[in-house]
């Protein structure tokens, strides 16, 4: 199994930001990594992802121009920026793995590896 560590969620207030991580135990040449997100009542939903190889992003329509995906090679390490966050926000998110990098990135059954999720809630 891969493990995929997370970490930066928690309680910010509505207009805030905050910076989740997720690093991978393994590497490979070319992959993707992404992040999507579940909030009570929802169904998953897809939210960012960015390939290993050459830095193509993908963006979902409800975080455009507020959240930015970034990456640290070194440490294996993707970043996902969180800006002008409102409710609408509060949801687990899941840091996820396309090892191959050949699945469609905006689609979760491409995704061989899940974190355990990391909470996020935003108050008003």
């Known amino acids: 199994q891969v493990q995929l560590v997370e970490s930066g969620g928690g309680l910010v207030q509505a207009g805030g930001s905050l910076r989740l991580s997720c690093a991978a135990s393994?590497?490979?040449?070319?992959?993707?990594m992404g992040w999507c997100r579940q909030a009570p009542g929802k169904e998953r939903e897809f939210v960012v992802a960015?390939?290993?190889?050459?830095?193509?992003?993908y963006y979902g329509d409800s975080v455009k121009g507020r959240f930015f995906i970034s990456r640290d090679n070194a440490k294996n390490t993707v970043y996902l920026q969180m800006n002008s966050l409102n409710s609408e926000d509060t949801a687990v998110y899941y840091c996820?793995?396309?090892?191959?990098?050949?699945?469609?990135?905006?689609?979760?059954?491409?995704?061989?590896?899940w974190g355990q999720g990391t909470q996020v809630t935003v108050s008003s």
């Open positions: 996820a793995v396309d090892w191959d990098g050949i699945g469609v990135s905006t689609t979760l059954s491409s995704y061989d590896y």
């Open positions: 393994r590497t490979f040449n070319s992959y993707t």
């Open positions: 960015i390939k290993w190889r050459g830095g193509s992003t």
